[in-house]
């Protein structure tokens, strides 16, 4: 069965022949086509998204009447409350389903997320498979994009949380009017079953209660509120939270952490928890992927990596920075817009950077099919004239990175990466370039060496991790597939009667397919993670930017080959070499130009990178006359 979905990009209606042609007879449309086959059976309704929501929650037996559902949507926070709310059931002894824009999660099994809500059919899918797994909860962000395109109808909801709503999304739903009510559209549906838990003390919270048949509740931190919380302590150290009048300690950070935890404490409650156990959980909850994640550097620096993409989530994450430094501490922001979205929100988010930092580096986020330097330019036209010597353009984000924290960033100083949070990829022009290499800090508790029973070994630990990682090879890569992950440094102590507090780990990941990839990242975290925790230490991981795969065009393959055989004659080319996996700059022409990368033999000698490689000085003519060639064919002289 083929349903026919109008798309902001093509129109599934225009796809019916080629439908036709592969056997499919069976149409559900909302344009009747003016030429129909005899023999297909065409059903026309009023709205192709909404027929497949209920055909799929049909097909799959409505798995979410099986769960305990919970639908959360917001502008900022979605992502780190159902992440906490999944840990928090997990912590409380439930099976517990995760759909998230980090990742989709059934129990402990990882499945990789592309959309902050999955379309109708993949949804009930992901549904299905968590009560098949034995699932009694579930949580899972709700876009204002899946509201429009009915991703959700059909899906019964336990409970729906709204956390705050500021500017987003324009560039799909055009006015901010129009976003709210796409917000508000999923309270709308709620049935009177479940419940609607709204945040009060954002000025469209009650907006979002007004026609839903649910239950209402709200929480806050400024007016009344049936969950209510008052912050007694926000630093470096984490939020001291006073619940319903009971005094809690968590591991988050800032005002909007207190917002995210006082939401799935009155979740939790509504869903039939105890209150004392909540708390207790809550208490060791810690931040999701990307969402104000502190990594420490070298001399002292901080870092803080953060998914804040929207004035307001900057400006917050500014804001909370500012209540946790110290006076002599420097912010220094690193910041970028993504490409073909919401041109408008551009200068206001370079403007709040300067206004809350010491210095800004204006980058690269996501370019997508957008000139990078144009964003730059919007940005930088949202800098007041007062902080114009503060601001620093550097259009690659790596180097923009290093440039903060190298040339910028002094010793104790606050380094924030804003914008791209859990993404471990730029997405420049239709092509998403991976971050493939990896720093892996172990942290363990040191002491001396005569007393190692009073201390976690942090090489023991690193030791154990690197031979776990090798498994990821040799038991999660397919066969067939291409992967290659290599440890290249290990650094860990300094003296021969000390056993260190830390250790560092580094390497790189290399795939020609990128799901593959991305499950090697995935088993990598997984495996620092718990090997980790097995030994009492804790870990961290981060993945820098990478190379995308050299990858010839044929027709540049078989001109650069043709060349060749003119210079060293036909036996002496081979057109068909094993493919590496070494990372090449040229790599990036590729991804702009054709082109073909190829090897010039160097005769009997180790390979590159060794000590022992010697260039034969006898193949530079043979080289010479291969590029004197190219030229040659490629631009010929007139006559």
Not at 28 to 39: I, M, N, R
Not at 83 to 110: A, P, Q, W, Y
Not at 377 to 389: L, R
Not at 568 to 592: R, S, W, Y
Request: proline residues 3%; glycine residues 8%; contains cysteine.
């Amino acid at each position: 069965m083929f349903f026919a979905i109008p798309g902001t990009q093509v129109d599934g209606h225009s796809f019916l022949s080629q439908v036709y042609e592969q056997g499919c007879k069976h149409w559900v449309v909302e344009k009747t086509p003016s030429e129909c086959p005899a023999d297909v059976t065409c059903v026309q309704v009023a709205d192709s998204n909404q027929a497949l929501a209920e055909a799929a929650a049909e097909f799959y037996n409505h798995p979410s009447k099986k769960l305990k559902l919970l639908g959360i949507t917001g502008t900022n926070g979605k992502t780190t409350t159902v992440t906490l709310l999944f840990e928090l059931f997990k912590r409380l002894g439930h099976r517990c389903g995760l759909i998230s824009t980090v990742v989709n999660k059934i129990e402990d099994k990882i499945i990789p997320s592309t959309h902050t809500t999955p379309d109708a059919l993949s949804l009930n899918a992901l549904l299905a498979d968590m009560v098949s797994a034995g699932c009694t909860h579930a949580f899972m962000e709700v876009s204002s994009h899946a509201v429009v395109q009915k991703r959700i109808h059909a899906v019964q909801f336990a409970g729906a949380i709204f956390s705050n709503i500021t500017r987003d999304h324009l560039d799909f739903h055009e006015t901010f009017d129009e976003y709210i009510k796409a917000k508000k559209g999923f309270f709308d549906c709620l049935p009177a079953s479940s419940f609607a838990l709204t945040n009060v003390d954002d000025k469209r919270g009650m907006v979002m209660l007004q026609n839903t048949a649910a239950k209402k509740y709200g929480f806050g931190l400024l007016n009344a509120a049936d969950f209510k919380a008052k912050i007694t302590s926000n630093g470096v150290g984490g939020l001291q939270l006073e619940i319903d009048h009971q005094q809690v300690h968590a591991q988050l950070i800032g005002t909007f952490n207190a917002y995210n935890l006082l939401g799935i404490y009155g979740a939790a409650i509504l869903l039939g928890e105890e209150s004392h156990e909540v708390l207790v959980q809550i208490s060791a909850l810690k931040t999701a992927p990307g969402r104000f994640e502190q990594l420490a550097g070298s001399n002292h620096k901080m870092g803080i990596v953060d998914y804040a993409h929207t004035p307001d989530a900057l400006e917050n994450v500014l804001k909370t920075i500012q209540t946790i430094k110290n006076k002599s501490q420097k912010v220094i922001t690193v910041v970028g817009c993504g490409g073909n979205r919401d041109t408008g929100k551009r200068p206001i988010m370079a403007e709040l950077a300067a206004k809350f930092s010491h210095s800004v580096v204006l980058t690269s986020d996501n370019p997508r099919k957008e000139d990078p330097e144009v964003i730059l330019d919007h940005m930088e036209a949202g800098v007041p004239a007062e902080f114009k010597s503060k601001v620093h353009r550097v259009l690659d984000r790596k180097d923009g990175i290093f440039f903060a924290v190298r040339e910028l960033a002094q010793a104790g100083d606050i380094i924030l990466v804003a914008g791209k949070g859990h993404e471990n990829y730029q997405e420049i022009n239709g092509v998403k370039y991976d971050f493939d290499d990896f720093e892996i800090t172990i942290h363990g508790r040191g002491g001396h060496a005569a007393h190692p029973d009073h201390t976690v070994d942090p090489i023991l630990v690193s030791v154990n991790i690197v031979q776990a990682l090798q498994s990821i090879i040799s038991r999660n890569v397919d066969p067939l597939e291409s992967g290659v992950l290599s440890i290249t440094k290990m650094n860990i102590g300094t003296a021969n009667n000390v056993i260190s507090n830390n250790g560092e780990i580094v390497g790189t990941i290399r795939a020609f397919q990128p799901a593959v990839r991305k499950m090697m990242i995935s088993r990598l975290k997984e495996i620092v993670e718990n090997v980790a925790i097995g030994f009492g230490a804790t870990s961290e991981v981060r993945f820098l930017d990478g190379y995308p795969s050299t990858i010839n065009h044929p027709e540049s393959v078989e001109f650069a080959a043709n060349i060749a055989r003119k210079v060293v004659g036909n036996n002496n080319v081979n057109e068909n070499a094993t493919p590496t996996m070494g990372a090449e700059d040229f790599a990036f022409i590729l991804q702009k130009c054709k082109g073909a990368y190829l090897y010039i033999g160097n005769g009997e000698s180790e390979k590159l990178h060794n000590e022992g490689f010697d260039f034969n000085d006898e193949i530079s003519p043979i080289g010479a006359s291969y590029f004197v060639g190219l030229v040659e064919a490629s631009q010929p002289l007139k006559s």
